[in-house]
């Protein structure tokens, strides 16, 4: 059976590649399930860009997973804003706004890009300025079509490029931009227990954000995710390291269990209950993707604490059966103790 809920992503052939990089897309067209996000996995080697470009229908919210970055972005208004992100850093762009990613480090760049669509579109400068005349051209930047011999004439988009001259930081570039957030660097975590916790980039926490948001989510090695679901958002999920597994619940009595290794990439649609086990001693990592900026939850634990027993029990217990005293959580403990072996 396929899995209608986990897509390989490690194991995708990247849509473009080159000496100078690569873009990986998950989007429906290869992962049906997907509804209103997708994800792009982005390597940039070094003294490569992602061309500027933009995206008619959809916001992007990038992770930088490793390697040193600038990002630029030019929005209504004039504005422009210019930063650099490493390790552990977000950026948000907002639809139609152009920008550019560029490598300014030693390595290469790792960069998990989520967006506001199942199919995002985009355009490049490079394809947007040659399927223009030079004549059309040579009006813009007040210059005779015939200095323009060498313009590309070509409306298929370079996607990624290399850099004409390494990158010179100027303090500009070093300043902080509403665009940009340290997710990792947040404290305290918004979520924290002694089984994980989560850091949140979210509206609450990060303003600017327009229908995206994402945790960082650890699981410990003793730890689960308890049963839960988001009444108004779907979950995107990419597990950057450990060993999980997951269960969903779809309509009527579809149910799915999935195992989750490095390098997978899951979609869970809005309310469908779910839950995820560490099933290892490590930390299981994952970068989790939500279709809003300020998405809920509710967990099992507070879900069933706000009914009284007379209901509960007869709703979850087999017919003649009998079941301890279950305790009285009013609020949602997220991340639970796993007092069970795994099977």
Known sequence: MAAKHV?????????????????????????????????????????AFREPHWHPNANELGYCLSGSLLV?????????HSFTIGAGEMFFVPSGFVHAIENVGAT????????SHENPEDFGFSGSVGCMSREVMGNTWGLKADELSALTRSVEDIVIGKTGEPAKLTDFERQASPYKFSVEEQEPPGINTPWGGAKLARGTTWPVLQSLSMFSLRILGD??????????????????????????????????????????????????PHHIENLGDDTTHFLVFFDQANGGDIGYTGGLSA????????????????????????DDLALVEKTNPVF
Request: aromatic share 10%.
């Open 223 to 272: 730890g689960m995710r308890e049963p839960h679901w988001h009444p108004e958002t779907a979950e995107m999920g990419y597990v950057i390291n450990g060993r999980a597994r997951m269960t969903v619940r779809g309509p009527t009595t579809s149910v799915e269990t999935y195992l989750l290794e490095a390098g997978d990439m899951y979609f869970i649609p809005r309310a469908y």
């Open 108 to 115: 290469t760049a790792d960069v998990y890009i989520c967006f």
């Open 7 to 47: 897509f390989r992503l490690s194991q995708l052939t990247p849509q473009f590649s080159s000496e100078l990089g690569s873009r990986a897309a998950v989007s429906k067209e290869n992962f049906p399930i997907l509804e209103r996000m997708s994800l792009y996995h982005l390597v940039l080697n070094q003294g």
């Open 307 to 330: 009914f009284p027993p007379r209901i509960v029990m007869p709703t979850i217990t087999l017919p003649g059966g009998s079941l301890p005293v279950l305790p009285n959580t009013p």
């Open 72 to 80: 630029t972005i030019f929005g209504n208004g004039n504005a422009r």
